[in-house]
Structure formats: C-alpha cells, structure tokens
C-alpha cells in the first residue's frame, strides 16, 4: 500500500484502482479529485469513483480488499437508490475511497470518455469533463452545482454541448432543467442545438 499517514485518500484511490485495473473493472474517478483535475480545488480530501459492475463484482472486491487488510464496508441500496451498492474501502490511516457500483441514468460510454492523469506511477481514470458535469447537475446539492458551474466558467466554449445535455438527460429531467439553467448562466443556451 502506498499510504503511510491520514490525509491520503487519493494514494488509498491509486491502490483501489491498480486492483480494478487489473481484474479489467471499468471505472473513473469522480467528485474532489475529478474536480481538481477539471480546475476547481476544493478543501476536500475524498476520493471517489464510479464502476462499471455489478453487485456481485462489489462482493468479490470486498472480499479481495478484505484480504489485503483493508477494512471493507458494502453497502446495497434499495430498488429506488440511484447507487446500487457502494463499497467504502479504508486503511489503518482512517483514509478512504468509496467506490459506487453502477450509476442509475449514467451513460455507459462515460467510462470510455476517461482521462488519464499519473499519481504516484499510475495512470489514473478520471471522469470527463461534460461527464463531471453530468454528474454534478444530477446530484443536484449547492456544492455539486458550484463545482459545475466552476468547471463549465473555466471555458466554456470549448464545452460538447451535445454531449453534456445527452449526458444530463440520460439522469432525467431535474438533471436537464438544472444543466438548461447553469449553461444560461454561462450564455452557452443559445449556441445548444436541440437533443434528437
């Protein structure tokens, strides 16, 4: 393990990702760290992240960070949680990472869309852009829509509208209105073209 003090979840967040790496578990690293590599640092010291798995890939990484000496905490939302399950996985530190398994309305492809950033030798996935955005504006909190609102002012010409209003709708229609208003916001409404 990398880590060796409190205060570095994004190093726990490379050991949690080597390991999805290497059983080929689709994921991209989402919220604080994603934010910061989109341009907006916040006093945050999570470290978070989306799969592209299902319940039964959440049991066997618990199983396996269990066995690494990790403490392991699954978690399994009910028929109506956007987050199927959530695996938190900790160290002797107190640091963590929270793995979501699965996104309800998350498009597939948002994996694919990755960027790669190295930390500490390894090439992290990390969410992109219009992806963050998404996310952001279906989660829906003050702080999601400051750092959405961050993201997009840092340029926002250089913003796939297509993409990120397909990307906010596919979490429905709260998502699209609140995505619809930050992008006014930024006078980005009238260059949007209409979904198809």
Partial sequence: MRTDAAGQSALLMVDVAEVLAARGIPYAVIEAMAAAVHGVVRASLDADAVLGAHLAVGRELQREFTEKGCGA??????????????LSVTDEFGNRVDLLIGLRGMDPAAMERSSEVTL?????????REDFIALKVHAGGPQDLADARAVIAIDPTSLDLVLVRRAAAGFGRDAARRLKLLLSDAGQSARSPPLS
Avoid at 78 to 85: F, L, R, Y
Avoid at 120 to 128: D, T
């Fill in 120 to 128: 500490s030798g390894f090439p992290l996935k990390i969410i992109g």
């Fill in 73 to 86: 905490d699954l978690r399994v939302g009910d028929a109506e949680d956007p987050i199927p399950a959530l």
